[in-house]
């Protein structure tokens, strides 16, 4: 039995890793009950701190280069042993079928072990849908963690990644958490060092915007052929924030966003919308400011987050587990 869950388009590619070890990959927790081993982890949200978007390309996608960042708004998943595959969520409605990306992780690692995918799965869903901020990627990579664990099957570096490309190309970013570039399609992940924690203010609209949508304005604007910068602008600047290329082809699939984006820079240092939106990042925001934004958009929901350094987003996808852990059974 299938209930809710969230979509993301299914991208075959290959993850560059960029030398980090297989030590330093999140590996989840587990919790011992007198009837079940029910393990547990967070699912963190991301951000875009700059998007650049080039061609399109043959096979459909177009060549990105991003810096993401994990932030401290997070889904929660449990599992435990079952006789078939139950995925249910709690929270924040999300899509369910074929598009339920833990339902798809789950199946997509037991088809790559060989095996039955037996799962009960619980999502309590707490980042907005269809705002860029990557939640159906974070659940699906978690997923991933949870049942290598339960299933006693740790898949190679390179077998978990491939597994992960297959969902969707930011799944592989969450193999790593923290500040990393990302380039391809979505699927190269460089990890950079983290720079000192900030403190953000999310404002989401009561609505999502799809992302093919977005892409495809995009490409009607630009004919599919605009060029990458050779650098981020943020590597050249003292801003945290910087460029999103699909900031005009958003404007034009929901135009509610331009008030959005007024009444925000109106508060904040800095403003931007992280990949497709509708999610707006907003810098240096005071109480006051805060307050504002709830009375001129009542129907938003507002978040007050942190960045999470790449330590930080395994400790709360690990929860005090990792490579010492052995199953009790």
């Given at each position: 039995m299938i209930s809710q869950e969230s979509t993301v388009e299914s991208r075959d590619s290959k993850l560059t890793r960029a030398g980090v070890p297989n030590s330093q990959l999140p590996t989840p927790n587990s919790q011992l009950t007198t009837s079940s081993m029910i393990l547990n982890a967070e699912a963190p949200a991301k951000i875009n701190r700059e998007l650049r978007v080039g061609r399109w390309r043959a096979d459909g996608f177009h060549e990105i280069r991003s810096r993401f960042c994990t932030i401290d708004l997070a889904d929660r998943l449990d599992v435990e042993d079952a006789e078939s595959l139950?995925?249910?969520?709690?929270?924040?409605?999300?899509?369910?079928?074929?598009?339920?990306?833990?339902?798809?992780?789950?199946?997509?690692?037991?088809?790559?072990?060989?095996i039955e995918p037996r799962a009960r799965i619980r999502l309590e869903k707490r980042i907005p849908a269809g705002a860029g901020l990557g939640?159906?990627?974070?659940?699906?990579?978690?997923?991933?963690?949870?049942?290598?664990?339960?299933?006693?099957?740790?898949?190679?570096?390179?077998?978990?990644?491939?597994?992960?490309?297959?969902?969707?190309?930011?799944?592989?970013?969450?193999?790593?958490?923290?500040?990393?570039?990302?380039?391809?399609?979505?699927?190269?992940v460089s990890p950079r060092e983290d720079p000192p924690a900030r403190e953000l203010l999310l404002l989401v609209p009561p609505f999502s915007i799809a992302t093919a949508d977005v892409y495809a304005a995009y490409s009607r604007r630009t004919g599919g052929a605009a060029r990458l910068p050779e650098r981020l602008e943020i590597d050249t600047t003292r801003n945290f924030l910087g460029p999103n290329d699909l900031i005009s082809a958003v404007l034009e699939i929901q135009g509610q966003m331009a008030d959005y984006l007024r009444s925000a820079r109106q508060v904040a240092s800095?403003?931007?919308?992280?990949?497709?939106?509708?999610?707006?990042?907003?810098?240096?925001?005071?109480?006051?400011?805060e307050r504002d934004l709830a009375r001129i958009h009542p129907g938003a929901s507002l978040h007050r987050v942190r960045t999470l350094g790449r330590e930080d987003y395994r400790r709360r996808t690990t929860q005090g587990g990792g490579p010492s852990w052995k199953s009790p059974r």
């Open positions: 139950e995925v249910s969520c709690f929270g924040i409605p999300v899509p369910d079928g074929d598009d339920n990306l833990v339902a798809r992780a789950a199946k997509g690692l037991a088809e790559e072990l060989g939640g159906g990627s974070a659940d699906a990579a978690v997923t991933l963690f949870l049942l290598s664990r339960l299933w006693e099957a740790p898949l190679p570096e390179e077998d978990l990644t491939r597994v992960a490309a297959r969902l969707g190309s930011d799944v592989p970013f969450f193999l790593f958490g923290g500040e990393a570039d990302v380039g391809g399609r979505g699927e190269r800095e403003v931007g919308i992280t990949g497709s939106g509708s999610a707006l990042v907003l810098c240096d925001v005071s109480s006051d400011g």
